[in-house]
């Protein structure tokens, strides 16, 4: 079965520092989300892309995050100036519709900020 | 904004037991509402959904079922086995969003 695959499983990057998150899709979907899970705590929308464009964010996705479709087969989120506070899991996920379509997610990178 | 509350928040049952999860959400402009199992060390994955046109929906061992009038929601698991043991997450989104509001999730330990 497709599986939305993401690296690295584990980044550990100093306080202020520019991380990069990579995810591969499933190949034939359209629609790329990133999601956030401090340990312990729910699950967070950050933001969805379709058409190589942002379709909607929430609160949480500032001017410090951003996203990028590079080529036909990457979905990055980049985090500028890196807080202790961006320390979690973060999850991309990818659907084949858009609104009120399943989601499918990867298994996850685990962002320690030090 | 939308709010989705979970309970349990850790559920403990024998191995054949049914395991019951229920949430509620605020906004009454949420029409889907899938659930999420996630195992240590891996994502979320979607289980099952339901929308708001439906009442209830079953595949196999797992149902769901929805009251928009109360506005809340529930998972039932019966004859549980081990390998359910995981946490589960609720989610709601509304109608014209992408952005599900999940609950706290619920710990489900099955015991053999």
């Known amino acids: 079965e497709p599986e939305v695959t993401q690296t690295p499983s584990h980044q550990v990057t100093q306080m202020g520092q520019e991380v990069i998150l990579r995810c591969v899709p499933i190949?034939?979907?359209?629609?790329f989300y990133w999601y956030r899970q401090i340990l312990g705590q729910k699950v967070e929308f950050l933001v969805s892309?379709?058409?190589?464009?942002?379709?909607?964010k929430s609160e949480i996705f500032d001017d410090q995050f951003s996203v990028e479709r590079p080529d036909g087969s990457n979905f990055t989120l980049k985090i500028r100036s890196t807080k202790l506070e961006d320390s979690a899991m973060y999850f991309c996920?990818?659907?084949?519709?858009?609104?009120?379509?399943?989601?499918?997610f990867g298994d996850g990178t685990r962002l320690s900020i030090l | 904004g939308e709010n989705v509350e979970q309970h349990p928040s850790t559920l403990s049952v024998q191995e054949g037991d049914s395991a019951v999860i229920k949430c509620t959400y605020s906004?009454?402009?949420?029409?889907?509402f899938p659930w999420y199992k996630q195992e240590l060390g891996k994502g979320p994955q979607l289980i099952i959904d339901?929308?708001?046109?439906?009442g209830e929906k079953k595949d196999q061992r797992i149902a769901v079922t929805l009251n928009k009038t109360a506005k809340h929601f529930s998972l039932h698991i019966t004859e549980t086995q081990p390998e359910d043991s995981a946490v589960y997450f609720c989610?709601?989104?509304?109608?014209?969003?992408?952005?599900?509001?999940f609950g706290r999730g619920t710990s489900l330990i099955v015991h053999p």
């Open positions: 996920a990818s659907s084949g519709g858009g609104l009120e379509q399943p989601q499918h």
């Open positions: 190949s034939n979907h359209l629609y």
């Open positions: 892309f379709y058409n190589n464009e942002i379709s909607e």
């Open positions: 906004d009454s402009a949420s029409n889907y």
């Open positions: 339901i929308r708001s046109n439906v």
């Open positions: 989610a709601a989104s509304r109608r014209g969003s992408y952005i599900p509001t």
